[in-house]
C-alpha cells in the first residue's frame, strides 16, 4: 500500500560563495510518515529545511512541499506547513492562552476556531492550571509540547521539527515522542531532523546526511540489515567515516 | 488582514505592559530627561558670588556695586584689598568673577574721563565666565546710562541688543525642542530596534518568516504601537515644557504634531534598519546608542553650535535627521513660523525616511533568501 507523496525533491542544492553546504539531494516522503533526517552538525540539515520551509532559496534543483513548488509557491506551502525549531519559540512574557491566541491569530484563524483550538490544546496538554500563568515559568517539557501544539494550530499537512528534543532529558524526550506519534496517527507527516540516534529507531524512514549529501536512506530496519549493524548508533558512525 | 494585524498590535502591547524595563524607558526616561535638563542645564544664573577690589572706594563706587547687586544675578562675597587675594577666592571656589574698580572713580567719571573696571574671570569654567562677563558689562553700562542720563560724548557708539523669540534668554526653549528630538529617537529608533533584535534571539521570528505573513505586515505589526507610544511621549514632553517651563507654542499645533508624527517615522524607520543588521539585543542598543544617540546630542546643534565645528562634523550633523527636526520645531514654536518656513527641513525629513524605509525594505528581503 503506498499512498500520496507529500515532499518531493530533486537535486536540490544550497551553494554559499566556494561552500556547498547541501549537494544535490533527492528524496520523496509519503503522506503520514514520519520521516527522520539525520546528520551530525554542520551537515546540512538545517539549511535544507530552510529550502523547504521557503525561509532559503535553493541554488539549485526544485522541490515540491503539500503539492507546491517551493521556490514559485512559497506562500502556498507556507500555509500547509506547521514549523517548530529547537528554541521552542514562544513568547516568554505571554500566557499558553495569549501564544496560542496570537499564533492561531496570525494563521487567521477566527475567533471561535481560536477559542476551540485554545481548549483543545489546553486540555491535550493538561495545561489549565497554568493557562493564565505566563510561559517563562513552565518547565522545559511543558514548553516543547505547547510549541509542538502551537506549531499545528492552523492543521497543517506537514509539520517540520528541526531538533525538538535538544536540552531535554531522556525521559521528556521519550513523552514527546509520543506526541509526535498521536500526530502522526492523525495522519500529519511529520519531518524531524535530530542527533539523537535512538530517537531514529521511532521514524518510519530515515535519511541520513554527510557533508551535504544524502548517504543513506531507508527504514531503520533495512538500514541496520543493510550496515550489519545492531543499532542506528553503528549505523552513523560506520557512515561517517 | 486586518484582523492578523491587530493580534500583532495587541501581542506587542502585552510585551510592553509587561515590561517593566520597556515602561521605564517609555515613560520614565522622558520626564527625568525634560525635568534634568529644566533644572540643571541652564546658562542662567542667580547670585553668583562675586569679589570686589575697590580701589577707588568713593560715592559713585559704592553705587555701582550696590547695582551690580540689585539684579540678583550678583552677591558680594568678599571685599578684597589687593591683587593678591584675587586667586584665593577663585581656588577655593567662593568667587566666580572679580570686579576691579581703579582709584579716583567718582571723579573720573563725573568728569568723563576713560575708566577701565577690570573684570577677572575663572576661565577653567569658559561657558560661566562668558556669561558672567557679559552679564556684568550690561549692568555697568546701564549704571553709566542711568547716572550721566545720557552720553556726554556723541561720538561714542551705543550698542543695544535685543534677543528675539527668547528675550530672557530662557534655556528651556532651547532644550524642550532638542529633548523632544532625542527623546522621539531611543524610544522610536532605539526599542523598535530592540524589540526585533529580541524577536531573532528567542527564535520567534524564525516562526513569523515561516508563516504566510508577509514581512512588510510584521514590521508594521511592530513598529504600530512604538509609533503610537512616541507620538504620546511628544505630547507629553510639549505639555511638560508649557506648563512646568513655560515654553510657548506659538505657531500651529496641527504643524507641529504632524511634524512630530514625521520624525516619529523617520526614527522608525532607522530603528527597523539597525535591527536588520544587528542579531542580538545588545548589538541593537550598542548601535541605536552609539550610532544614533550621541551623533544626535552632539552635531544637530542641540547643545553645540553647528556653525562652530569643523567642516567634516558639520556636513556630518547635516544628515542628522534630529538637526532638522529641532530646526522646524524651533521655528514653529518659538518663532511661530507656518508651514512655508519649515517646508525645507519637513522636505529633507520625508526624502529621508522614504530613503532609510527604501533600505529597510531591501535589507529584510535579502536576510530571507
Not at chain 1, 119 to 145: C, F, H, M, Y
Not at chain 1, 147 to 163: K, N, Q, R
Not at chain 2, 243 to 250: A, G, H, N, Q
Not at chain 2, 313 to 335: H, N, S
Request: charge should be neutral.
Amino acid at each position: 500500500m503506498h499512498s500520496e507523496t507529500i515532499i518531493q525533491v530533486n537535486g536540490l542544492t544550497k551553494r554559499f560563495g566556494d561552500f556547498t553546504a547541501v549537494n544535490e539531494i533527492t528524496f520523496k516522503v509519503d503522506k503520514g510518515e514520519i520521516f527522520g533526517f539525520l546528520g551530525a552538525n554542520g551537515a546540512g540539515k538545517t539549511t535544507a529545511i530552510k529550502m523547504l520551509i521557503g525561509l532559503s532559496k535553493p541554488t539549485k534543483g526544485s522541490g515540491k512541499v503539500a503539492g507546491f513548488d517551493i521556490e514559485k509557491q512559497a506562500e502556498h506551502v507556507k500555509k500547509n506547513i506547521g514549523y517548530m525549531s529547537q528554541k521552542f519559540s514562544l513568547y516568554d512574557d505571554l500566557t499558553p492562552k495569549e501564544n496560542i491566541r496570537f499564533y492561531g491569530g496570525i494563521y487567521g484563524l477566527s475567533r471561535n476556531e481560536i477559542k476551540t483550538k485554545t481548549k483543545e490544546i489546553l486540555e491535550e496538554l493538561d495545561l489549565k492550571s497554568v493557562a493564565n500563568k505566563t510561559v517563562v515559568s513552565l518547565p522545559l517539557g511543558w514548553k516543547q509540547r505547547l510549541a509542538f501544539a502551537i506549531s499545528m494550530v492552523h492543521d497543517p499537512d506537514i509539520v517540520f521539527l528541526d531538533e525538538p528534543t535538544g536540552g531535554v532529558d531522556p525521559k521528556v524526550r521519550r513523552e514527546f515522542w509520543e506526541t509526535i506519534y498521536q500526530a502522526s496517527e492523525k495522519g500529519r507527516t511529520v519531518f524531524v531532523t535530530t542527533h539523537y540516534m535512538d530517537e531514529a529507531e521511532y521514524c518510519d524512514r530515515v535519511s541520513i546526511m554527510v557533508a551535504g549529501k544524502i548517504e543513506a536512506l531507508d527504514t531503520p530496519n533495512n538500514l541496520k540489515q543493510q550496515f550489519n549493524a545492531t543499532s542506528m548508533d553503528e549505523v552513523f558512525l560506520k557512515l561517517a567515516r | 488582514m486586518i484582523k492578523i494585524f491587530w493580534a500583532f498590535v495587541k501581542k506587542e502591547f502585552y510585551h510592553i505592559l509587561r515590561d517593566k524595563r520597556t515602561l521605564l524607558i517609555l515613560f520614565g526616561i522622558p520626564v527625568a530627561l525634560v525635568l534634568l535638563f529644566g533644572y540643571t542645564v541652564t546658562t542662567e544664573f542667580k547670585d553668583a558670588s562675586i569679589d570686589i577690589l575697590d580701589y577707588a572706594k568713593d560715592d559713585a563706587s559704592t553705587e555701582l556695586i550696590n547695582h551690580l547687586q540689585s539684579s540678583g544675578h550678583f552677591t558680594v562675597n568678599k571685599f578684597i584689598s589687593s591683587e593678591a587675594e584675587m586667586d584665593a577666592g577663585f581656588k577655593e571656589g567662593t568667587s566666580k568673577l572679580v570686579v576691579v574698580i581703579p582709584n579716583n572713580f567718582t571723579s573720573d567719571f563725573y568728569d568723563n574721563n576713560p575708566i577701565t573696571i577690570q573684570l577677572i574671570t575663572d576661565g577653567s569654567d569658559p561657558n560661566n565666565a562668558n556669561t558672567l562677563v557679559q552679564y556684568a558689562t550690561n549692568m555697568i553700562t546701564t549704571f553709566q546710562r542711568n547716572k550721566l542720563q545720557q552720553p556726554e560724548n556723541p561720538f561714542i557708539i551705543n550698542v543695544e541688543d535685543r534677543m528675539l523669540y527668547n528675550p530672557q534668554l530662557v534655556s528651556a526653549y532651547n532644550f524642550i525642542p532638542g529633548t523632544i528630538a532625542l527623546i522621539l529617537l531611543i524610544i522610536s529608533a532605539m526599542l523598535t530596534s530592540l524589540t526585533i533584535a529580541r524577536e531573532k534571539e528567542l527564535g520567534t521570528m524564525e516562526i513569523l518568516l515561516v508563516s504566510p505573513l508577509p514581512p512588510l505586515l510584521i514590521i508594521l505589526g511592530k513598529v504600530t504601537p512604538y509609533a503610537l507610544l512616541s507620538f504620546i511621549d511628544a505630547v507629553l514632553v510639549l505639555v511638560l515644557g508649557y506648563f512646568v517651563f513655560k515654553v510657548p507654542i506659538l505657531g500651529s499645533t496641527i504643524l507641529l504634531l504632524f511634524a512630530c508624527l514625521l520624525y516619529v517615522i523617520t526614527a522608525l524607520a532607522l530603528g527597523t534598519l539597525i535591527s536588520t543588521v544587528s542579531k542580538t539585543q545588545q548589538d541593537a542598543m550598542m548601535r541605536s546608542l552609539m550610532g544614533l544617540m550621541m551623533p544626535s546630542m552632539i552635531l544637530s546643534g542641540f547643545i553645540f553650535p553647528l556653525a562652530s565645528m569643523p567642516k567634516v562634523l558639520q556636513v556630518i550633523g547635516q544628515i542628522i535627521p534630529a538637526t532638522y527636526f529641532i530646526e522646524i520645531l524651533k521655528g514653529v514654536m518659538l518663532r511661530g513660523v507656518g508651514l512655508k518656513f519649515v517646508i525645507y527641513e519637513i522636505g529633507i525629513l520625508t526624502l529621508t525616511t522614504f530613503l532609510l524605509l527604501f533600505f529597510t525594505w531591501k535589507n529584510f528581503k535579502i536576510r530571507l533568501e
